[in-house]
């Protein structure tokens, strides 16, 4: 059953990568340029931030399990442990933040792109 | 990203030299706005002081203590000192954070200049309390890492080897400090911003979407109000680490 749904899972998202790349040549052959560079970082943003997101909820997941064992002990000392998770949640989220910002300065600002399109 | 820009609201003409475009920038404006916000409520709140107070008294009271109490666990008794300035900065970035509720007006503290400002003005103002509590010479030998605290003269020796390998690693991260203070807020507020922003637009294109909107927008006071914590607490203890930490 669960390798079924890999499978079709799978052949959905090759169905739909190729039909991406197909409209990325296309649109390069009409603006007359070589799109290459704008695709990838398109993906580069996406799956950057998809990665990062994963990773910082799975730490975050971590650290509040540990704060909430540490409360379920210790009754008493649940102000200062919800303290230092809630500190501690926003270092990690922070991480988080910063490709978000990569990812904003890639799909926004890209320092590359006046380069690409007013190249040679 | 144009159909999810909100366009201000207010537009004043620039009088300030020096700065290009006709109009004066977004974030300036709105922070006048959080500033005559919060200038007004304090001057309205504290005009007749009583005993047993009013309702915008014991609001401010409340909100005083909470900050003196944060300020007690982490630095200690010598901590109100160091009020007006975590006071402000606490009150301004909560208020900023949830000025997007407005409608017209933006956050801000979602543009980089902003964070940067208020994160630079906290990384001055430790130095400055530490070296003052300190002296110069003492702050800075606290950049140079455990040298002289080992009682053994091998302890004492490996101390010194240390020292350009400590030095690097301090300076660093305290140049960390400010980024992270920056980009934190920055990131996040951005973020909040966008989604409200985004939801507000789909409520156009499908109109059931608007249902959302209440749950949008206590999740933005929600995430306004714990990012200003972070910064807060954070600031608090950098200076706590900056000026008080173990006397010897």
């Known amino acids: 059953m669960r390798s079924k749904l890999t499978g079709v899972v799978t052949g959905v998202l090759a169905a739909v990568g190729s039909t991406t790349f197909a409209w990325a040549a296309e649109g390069g052959a009409k603006a007359g340029i070589d799109t290459t560079y704008f695709w990838v970082t398109v993906l580069t943003a996406g799956f950057g931030m998809a990665i990062a997101s994963a990773v910082a909820a799975l730490a975050q997941a971590r650290a509040i399990s540990a704060a909430l064992e540490g409360m379920a002990r210790q009754p008493n000392a649940a102000g200062r442990i919800q303290t230092a998770m809630i500190i501690g949640l926003a270092l990690i989220e922070s991480l988080a933040i910063y490709v978000l910002l990569i990812a904003l300065i890639l799909l926004f600002a890209n320092p590359f792109s006046a380069i690409i399109v007013g190249g040679p | ?248």
């Open chain 2, 1 to 248: 990203m144009e159909a999810i820009e909100a366009p201000p609201l207010i537009k004043i003409p620039n009088f300030l030299p020096g700065i290009p475009g006709a109009f004066i920038p977004d974030h300036v404006v709105m922070t006048w706005i959080v500033m005559a916000f919060l200038i007004g409520v304090s001057y309205l709140a504290t005009r007749q002081l009583t005993e047993v107070p009013g309702l915008m008294q014991n609001v401010m009271e409340t909100v005083i203590e909470a900050f003196t109490g944060m300020l007690d666990s982490m630095i200690g008794h010598e901590g109100r000192r160091y009020l007006p300035l975590i006071g402000s900065a606490g009150l301004f970035i909560f208020f900023s954070n949830i000025l997007i509720l407005i409608p017209g007006l933006r956050c801000p503290t979602a543009n980089l200049n902003t964070t940067a400002s208020l994160a630079l003005i906290v990384f001055i103002s430790y130095h400055f309390f530490g070296v003052r509590k300190q002296g110069l010479l003492t702050y800075l030998k606290h950049f140079l890492g455990p040298v002289g605290e080992f009682p053994k003269f091998l302890l004492i020796a490996m101390g010194w080897i240390l020292v350009p390998a400590f030095i690097l690693v301090e300076v660093i991260s305290h140049l960390a400090r400010v980024l992270s203070l920056s980009i934190r807020l920055f990131g996040n507020i951005f973020g909040e911003d966008t989604v409200f922003l985004f939801i507000l637009f789909l409520t156009s294109i499908m109109w059931p979407i608007y249902v959302l909107a209440p749950l949008i927008s206590g999740l933005v006071i929600f995430t306004g109000l714990v990012q200003a914590l972070i910064f807060v607490m954070l600031s608090t203890m950098y200076i706590a680490g900056a000026a008080h930490h173990e006397e010897h």
